[in-house]
């Protein structure tokens, strides 16, 4: 049975290999932070290092065909928001802050597109 999580599943694995052989390292797959009394949930679906050791967080969205705008529509202030909350989230625990940025891959049918700095933390 096909479910919402197994397609999502399936979008991280072929963003992963994608971004891996344009030679970035994966660092985490799906950071989460939970929701608490004082805090909203966030989440982060690939964290990788780019070959100039950018860390690069990255929010994939995967659609079956461009219709309704297409995957990279999908990737609204809300889930933005989401992202950049799991982002600071996880730079909390580094000693040392590297360059960051944030990439959207968006996958439609068997179509991949790559965004590099897709967004910032002050959108």
């Given at each position: ?13 072929q ?99 790559w ?9």
């Amino acid at each position: 049975m096909v479910t919402t999580k197994s397609r999502g599943d399936e979008g991280e694995d072929q963003a992963l290999a994608h971004l891996q052989a344009q030679g970035l390292s994966l660092v985490e797959r799906n950071y989460r932070v939970a929701r608490g009394p004082s805090a909203r949930g966030a989440e982060v679906d690939l964290i990788m290092r780019d070959t100039d050791g950018t860390l690069v967080f990255v929010e994939v969205r995967k659609r079956t065909d461009r219709s309704h705008g297409g995957a990279a529509a999908t990737v609204g202030r809300g889930k933005q928001q989401r992202c950049i909350r799991g982002a600071k989230h996880y730079l909390m625990q580094l000693n040392r802050l590297p360059p960051c940025r944030f990439d959207v891959v968006a996958i439609d049918g068997e179509c991949i597109e790559w965004l590099p700095a897709a967004f910032d933390a002050g959108s």
